[in-house]
């Protein structure tokens, strides 16, 4: 891999993004995600190496870390910023069709339920991991995931909930969903859930945390 490639990806799995960035410590008056970004699309390195050999696979190292307990919150939040400072460079040959995402993930949270930082993580790992992320925001109706979906019939669909109250729209969204979708691949995550209550309401995986949506949304799109 050139030494650029790993370079970004380290920025991206430190939250280094750019080289103004006092953060991390030990990296200051280095350059960030942002730079080095430019400079690699400048070597011709094609964007969607650039991709999964640095920015998908520093968003994965970190995921990963938080999944262990290793990283907190804000490292990963730091690490989703880098992402996104790279990602601007990214995004014209996305638009181009130069480089694809592996599909479309459609999140919210709940309806009755305004938590978001979570579904906010698992959003920013998800777009990391490569795929194109519609945000529906907070307290999201059933009715609207719907809409969604016809708008983007092949997208799968990721629910939160960090109440035991709004756990029960969770399942009527489920139900809505599996009606008249039934091949929509739905996850669902969130503090007060568990495997088994996923599986009690019909979704297609329970993702503990947000590394663990990822590879259990990319190991079914592949
Ligand atoms: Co609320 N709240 N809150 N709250 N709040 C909790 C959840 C609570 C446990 C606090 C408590 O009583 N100890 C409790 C729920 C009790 C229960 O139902 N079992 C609670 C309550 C009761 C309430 C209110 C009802 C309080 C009131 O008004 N009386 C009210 C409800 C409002 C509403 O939603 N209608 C309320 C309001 C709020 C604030 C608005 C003040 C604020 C939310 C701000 C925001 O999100 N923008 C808030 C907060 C911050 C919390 C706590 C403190 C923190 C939640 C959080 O962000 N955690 C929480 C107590 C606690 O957890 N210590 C609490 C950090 C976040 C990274 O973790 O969201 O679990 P989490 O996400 C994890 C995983 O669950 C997973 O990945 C994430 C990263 O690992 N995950 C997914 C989440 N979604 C996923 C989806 C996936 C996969 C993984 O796939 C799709």
Redesign the pocket.
């Known amino acids: 891999m050139p030494d650029i490639l790993e370079q970004l990806a380290t920025c991206i799995e430190r939250g280094k993004v750019n080289a103004k960035a006092p953060y991390p410590p030990d990296m200051k008056g280095e350059e960030g995600a942002d730079e080095l970004t430019k400079k690699a699309l400048e070597m011709k390195i094609p964007p969607s190496q650039l991709l999964e050999q640095s920015l998908i696979e520093g968003m994965g190292r970190v995921g990963k870390k938080?999944s262990e307990h290793k990283v907190f919150?804000p490292d990963l939040l730091m690490a989703a910023r880098a992402m996104s400072a790279a990602m601007e460079h990214l995004k014209p040959f996305f638009e181009s069709g130069e480089a694809r995402h592996i599909g479309t993930f459609v999140?919210g949270?709940v309806e009755?339920?305004?938590?978001?930082?979570?579904?906010n993580?698992?959003a920013m790992v998800m777009e990391g991991g490569g795929w194109k992320v519609i945000d529906l925001g907070?307290?999201v109706p059933p009715a609207k995931f719907m809409e969604a979906l016809e708008e983007n019939p092949d997208a799968v669909v990721?629910?939160?909930?960090?109440?035991?109250?709004?756990m029960a729209s969770m399942e009527k969204t489920v139900k809505l969903i599996k009606e008249n979708k039934p091949n929509t691949f739905v996850?669902?995550?969130?503090?007060?859930?568990t495997e088994g209550f996923a599986h009690k309401i019909g979704a297609d995986a329970?993702?503990?945390?947000?590394q663990?949506?990822l590879n259990q949304l990319s190991a079914a799109a592949s």
């Open positions: 938080f919150v999140i949270t009755g339920d305004l938590h978001d930082i979570g579904k993580l698992v907070v307290d990721g629910l939160s909930a960090l109440l035991t109250t709004t996850i669902v995550g969130g503090a007060p859930l329970y993702g503990e945390d947000p663990s949506a």
